[in-house]
């Protein structure tokens, strides 16, 4: 054996606490399944990890609980750790990220016996959990936002781009493309709206809680949040460890913000199809198809498609893996990967409906020539009826519903109904000249939407107030988040100085 891969072989040991309370090392199957897994799904939390270890090893120096000159030599050694250009050929042999990093520190200096003082491996990587998915939670806000700005400014250009609604599918009454495609940023603004309370939950630290009933050593929680970036500690150290329903939140949170969009997604795959052919996707979010030269096949719609369906498969894993007594290990071995993981894909599932809506194309002549027969006017026939002359609206309607089947009988449309037919079916003949205007008014498409004014109806003037209102809200709510993104950064600029003004203190 090299040496190289003796001393390998003693920190692994050491790590691993073999010669301690285990007397022989894990059994390859254990290492090669469990471990190996283990390793894997912590790999994303490395980054957090380095800062989390920083603050601690300091933190403990400060308080006079790890003596200064070992303290200086393991800051020395983790900033080599955090300064690494590319991640240390971690092993599943030497355990999970918290034991290889150890083992890591254990062949480059003696003090890195003390990293472990006073806290056990899951507050540290819980800490470095937290972190890392209160920086995927702002990464997901942000393109939540950059999304629904270009659905907005859509939804202003498309104000008057008259086409149908629909209801099951089936057309329903006139709106605009404009008001349809706005209705799907009130969903991403409740998405922000939870994503704040998400994140506000993520931002309090559970590091210096000892094992889960607080530290013997004082460690003093405030100043470790302080130099992590959190707003303040976890009040209650169990409930610090073991916050298994914070996962299930933020999964919950990705299931919704990408279910929303994938709603509109779903809307899109119908609208350009060659049977509806009102809405085209650009060519850089199509696929071509291998074997029919025709095909333009709506991938990008498909993946978002593909994304909700494994999310609300991570979402039930999630809550799976809580449904256990409490202070169980295997309440987050999959959810330090799954997490930051679904957090990750809704933000990217995101930023391409943005991109697909910003790149589309909508082909107003065809959209508006789905009303031609003018059958979805059929309601507002019914109400502007009620309105002219005084009978109820069942009764309207009763007697249009009644109209629209017997001109399907006869292979006719609302469009070519006369004034004496309404009348008819009323049985008012004698308010013909009264039903006429009634009757152009209801079959006026722009009358139909221009009608609808109140709040948030699809008249142009309220599309265009909304979308405006919407606009001002993000602008303040984007400032918000940028915020919190360059205070983290800051955060962890200041522990730099802090760790070097301790470094030459004790040199």
């Not at 200064?68 to 900033?79: G, K, Q, S, V, Y």
């Not at 409906?353 to 027969?373: F, I, P, Q, Y």
């Not at 984007?478 to 802090?498: F, H, P, T, V, Y």
Request: with cysteine.
């Amino acid at each position: 054996m090299t040496n190289a891969s003796s001393e390998a072989a003693e920190s692994s040991a050491r790590v691993l606490e073999l010669d301690s309370r285990l007397n022989h090392a894990p059994s390859r199957r254990l290492v090669e399944a469990a471990f190996a897994e283990d390793l894997a799904a912590q790999a994303g939390l490395a980054s957090a990890l380095d800062w989390v270890d920083i603050a601690h090893t300091l933190t403990l120096a400060r308080e006079g609980m790890t003596p200064a000159a070992p303290a200086r030599e393991l800051l020395a050694a983790l900033r080599q750790l955090e300064a690494t250009s590319e991640c240390p050929p971690w092993r599943a042999e030497d355990g999970d990220l918290y034991t290889n990093r150890e083992a890591w520190l254990v062949e480059r200096t003696p003090a890195a016996g003390w990293l472990g003082m006073a806290r056990a491996r899951r507050e540290a990587l819980t800490t470095a959990f937290h972190m890392t998915v209160r920086e995927k939670i702002i990464v997901l806000a942000l393109e939540l936002i950059e999304a629904a700005k270009i659905f907005v400014a859509h939804a202003k250009t498309h104000r008057f781009t008259i086409m149908s609604d629909y209801t099951y599918l089936q057309a329903a009454q006139p709106t605009t493309f404009g008001h349809y495609l706005l209705g799907f940023v009130s969903p991403m603004l409740r998405d922000l709206d939870r994503l704040d309370g998400l994140y506000a939950r993520f931002n309090l630290s559970p590091a210096g809680i000892g094992s889960s009933n607080g530290s013997l050593t004082f460690q003093n929680r405030a100043e470790l949040a302080r130099r992590l970036g959190f707003a303040a500690p976890v009040a209650h150290a169990r409930d610090a460890m073991w916050q298994s329903d914070l996962a299930i939140e933020a999964l919950s949170n990705a299931v919704t913000c990408v279910v929303s969009t994938d709603r509109l997604a779903e809307d899109l795959m119908v609208f350009t199809t060659g049977e509806f052919g009102t809405v085209r996707l650009s060519d850089c979010h199509s696929r071509a198809s291998k074997i029919m030269p025709n095909k333009r096949n709506p991938f990008a719609l498909a993946y978002v498609r593909g994304a909700a369906n494994r999310l609300i498969g991570l979402q039930a894993a999630m809550a799976a893996a809580a449904r256990t007594p409490s202070g169980q290990m295997d309440n987050r071995m999959q959810a330090y990967e799954a997490v930051p993981q679904a957090l990750g894909m809704a933000a990217r599932v995101v930023g391409l409906m943005g991109e697909v809506v910003a790149e589309l194309s909508v082909d107003r002549s065809r959209a508006v020539s789905g009303l031609k027969d003018r059958e979805v006017c059929a309601a507002d026939l019914a109400e502007r009826l009620t309105v002219a002359i005084g009978i109820d609206y069942r009764a309207a309607h009763r007697s249009v519903g009644r109209m629209m089947r017997q001109l399907a009988d006869r292979g006719r449309s609302l469009g070519d109904v006369s004034a004496d037919e309404v009348a008819a079916s009323v049985d008012r003949p004698d308010a013909v000249a009264e039903i006429a205007g009634v009757l152009a008014l209801a079959l006026d498409l722009d009358a139909c939407v221009s009608a609808r004014g109140d709040v948030g109806g699809c008249a142009a003037e309220e599309v265009l107030r909304l979308a405006n209102s919407h606009a001002e809200w993000m602008a303040a709510t984007k400032s918000i988040w940028c915020d919190r993104q360059i205070g983290l950064r800051r955060a962890k600029n200041q522990l730099d100085a802090e760790v070097s003004g301790f470094l030459r203190e004790v040199s």
